[in-house]
């Protein structure tokens, strides 16, 4: 039995555009991001000589869609861009780039365009900050959307009635990388004591996916005249949030707190496991989250990897 292939399908209140999607996660490789694409299907008798857009837009919202202070809304357009889909500018079989669209072109017949977006390098991945319990209205993320809607032209008010618009995520995903094993040593110089306490930290691999423990060996030389006692082990989650300046935040995702000690002059070598999973965060306000959508549970934020652009563009020239 072949497996069964969902598509997404949103039509406009008055029937007039309807939106066909393969799928709504659209995953950044690190060296390449999958495009965005889809089919829609269009009413030419109510159209009336109006032309059909469909636009890809990432939106960083980071306050309430109804609030507005002195003219400014809280929400910043990182990426919009707009495409005519009707009247074509170019042949179907042009315009026509996946074999699902190819599928869905064949099925819905002559009044179904394609469309085909690609995401600009560096742009962010969904995302969306963990409200509090007493929190109301959108919350501070980053957001994706496809939106379908016919207009005389492009910049006149858009029509809501006449218009789709359908929620999609931009999610990471690391290849692993065997080779890279990390470790991170550093010394600590106390007063009063002429030897120093060496720390190692090292990790089995670089990449963890979501659910995976996090195997954690820690290794101390204490050199030093202190006894060294209560050795905690965490995992942080650092988010850098960029409205007016660039601002930091820290938190522990995962924590394992031990009665472990190291005195003068002796050396422990112990492996940790921790867990750093939403479901033991829930009700932190604050903590980051991958991109949601309606209905689904989401993950602690992936870290986001970025491409090294000049590299990526030599590789484009060769």
């Given at each position: 039995?072949?497996?069964k ?6 039509v406009?209140?008055?029937?007039l555009v309807?939106?066909y999607?393969?799928?709504r996660?659209?995953v950044?490789?690190?060296?390449f991001?999958?495009?965005?694409d ?7 008798g ?7 857009y469909?636009?890809?837009s990432c ?7 109804d609030?507005d202070v002195?003219?400014v ?5 990182l990426?919009?861009v707009?495409r005519q889909v009707?009247?074509?500018l ?5 315009l026509?780039?996946?074999?699902v669209?190819?599928k869905?072109?064949?099925?819905l017949?002559?009044?179904a ?5 690609e995401?600009?390098?560096?742009l962010?991945?969904s995302i969306?900050?963990q ?6 209205g959108k ?5 994706f ?6 207009c005389e032209?492009?910049?006149e008010?858009?029509n809501?009635?006449?218009s789709v618009?359908l929620t999609?995520r931009?999610i ?10 990390p470790?991170a ?5 106390f007063l009063m004591?002429e030897?120093?306490l060496h ?6 691999k670089e990449?963890?996916y ?5 195997p954690?060996?820690v290794?101390?030389t ?11 082990v965490?995992?942080?989650?650092v988010?850098?949030i ?7 935040y820290?938190?522990s995702?995962a924590?394992?707190?031990?009665s472990?000690?190291?005195p ?17 965060n829930?009700d ?11 209905h689904?549970d ?6 986001n ?5 000049e590299?990526?563009r ?5």
């Amino acid at each position: 039995m072949s497996p069964k292939h969902v598509v997404f399908k949103k039509v406009s209140k008055d029937k007039l555009v309807a939106v066909y999607m393969a799928k709504r996660d659209f995953v950044d490789h690190c060296d390449f991001v999958d495009p965005v694409d889809g089919v829609i299907v269009i009413d030419q008798g109510q159209l009336k000589g109006k032309k059909v857009y469909v636009m890809l837009s990432c939106t960083f919202r980071y306050g309430r869609q109804d609030m507005d202070v002195m003219g400014v809304a809280f929400r910043r357009d990182l990426f919009v861009v707009t495409r005519q889909v009707y009247p074509e500018l170019q042949d179907k079989e042009k315009l026509t780039h996946t074999k699902v669209q190819q599928k869905l072109l064949h099925k819905l017949g002559d009044n179904a365009f394609p469309f085909f977006f690609e995401f600009p390098d560096n742009l962010p991945c969904s995302i969306a900050l963990q409200p509090g319990p007493s929190d109301v209205g959108k919350k501070c993320a980053v957001e994706f959307e496809v939106k379908a809607f016919c207009c005389e032209n492009q910049d006149e008010k858009i029509n809501k009635q006449s218009s789709v618009r359908l929620t999609i995520r931009k999610i990471q995903f690391s290849p692993e990388n065997s080779k890279l094993v990390p470790v991170a040593e550093t010394t600590f110089e106390f007063l009063m004591s002429e030897k120093p306490l060496h720390l190692k930290l090292s990790l089995p691999k670089e990449t963890f996916y979501h659910g995976e423990p996090i195997p954690v060996t820690v290794e101390i030389t204490n050199s030093s005249s202190r006894n060294i006692k209560d050795i905690s082990v965490s995992v942080e989650q650092v988010t850098n949030i960029v409205l007016y300046s660039n601002d930091k935040y820290v938190k522990s995702v995962a924590k394992e707190e031990t009665s472990d000690s190291v005195p003068s002059g002796t050396s422990l070598k112990k492996d940790y496991t921790l867990y750093p999973l939403l479901a033991h965060n829930k009700d932190r306000r604050g903590l980051a989250l991958d991109g949601r959508l309606k209905h689904e549970d989401t993950n602690l934020a992936s870290s986001n990897t970025q491409r090294d652009t000049e590299t990526h563009r030599q590789t484009e020239r060769h």
